[in-house]
């Protein structure tokens, strides 16, 4: 019997449950499988494309032999695919800039993508990852000086861009060069997501099915706590 009322005790919370955790819903996601229809800004260097090896680094590892996503497209974007950053120093980064993805409202917005970066140390190569806040660009990552970036296998990154969400969003990937800098391979991107998580919408029937909930839980353990 007494699991009998935890079970349905359970079972009468569970729109609770549900509702005060609801799932996150996907805002944007892009595979770079195809051309590039949804419109991201290509900087100096920056390449969408399919993915192509190659030899000739002086730092870290070659661009992947295939994308993270695993289909046939194959597709990633990425700095010169399958070569090596240009040797040119620049102080101004080259920037891969995405379209426009609006959220507003949300409890959570994160930014996830898959990254395969190779570069040499700031001062000497910076990469950081921005978003556009509606008036700003604000930086989410930027790696630290003296740290060397070697990925030799696709590493999820994912960041809390709450603050920053609004109807304008844009999210931006760079690199800058300094004279001195060792030949990497740069930047290889892929599944480049934005999920965001919404409160439950309040609605009329709302505060019943709260009510109702409580109160059916409540009746669970009606017969259990008289038999004692």
């Avoid at 700003?136 to 060397?148: F, I, L, S």
């Avoid at 999820?156 to 999210?171: C, E, F, G, M, W």
Wanted: a negative charge; zero cysteines.
């Amino acid at each position: 019997m007494v699991s009998l009322h935890l079970s349905l005790s359970l079972l009468a919370l569970l729109p609770l449950l549900t509702a005060a955790a609801p799932p996150p819903t996907l805002i944007f996601v892009e595979n770079f499988d195809g051309p590039n229809v949804a419109g991201w800004t290509l900087g100096p260097e920056w390449e969408i494309g399919r993915v192509r090896t190659k030899s000739g680094h002086g730092h870290g590892n070659p661009d992947p032999e295939r994308d993270h996503t695993g289909r046939e497209g194959n597709g990633v974007a990425g700095v010169r695919i399958g070569g090596n950053a240009g040797s040119s120093p620049h102080s101004e980064p080259f920037w891969l800039t995405s379209p426009v993805i609006p959220v507003t409202g949300a409890r959570q917005v994160t930014l996830h993508f898959e990254r395969w970066l190779n570069s040499d140390q700031a001062p000497y190569m910076t990469n950081s990852v921005e978003v556009w806040n509606g008036t700003r660009w604000e930086t989410v990552w930027q790696a630290e000086r003296g740290e060397r970036l070697e990925d030799s296998s696709w590493t999820h990154q994912s960041y809390d861009i709450t603050p920053h969400q609004n109807a304008a969003l844009r999210v931006r990937f760079g690199f800058s060069r300094q004279p001195g800098a060792f030949v990497g391979s740069s930047w290889n991107l892929d599944d480049v997501r934005v999920e965001a998580i919404h409160d439950m919408k309040a609605s009329a029937d709302a505060p019943w099915m709260w009510w109702g909930a409580a109160i059916l839980a409540g009746l669970a353990f009606l017969p259990f706590r008289s038999s004692r």
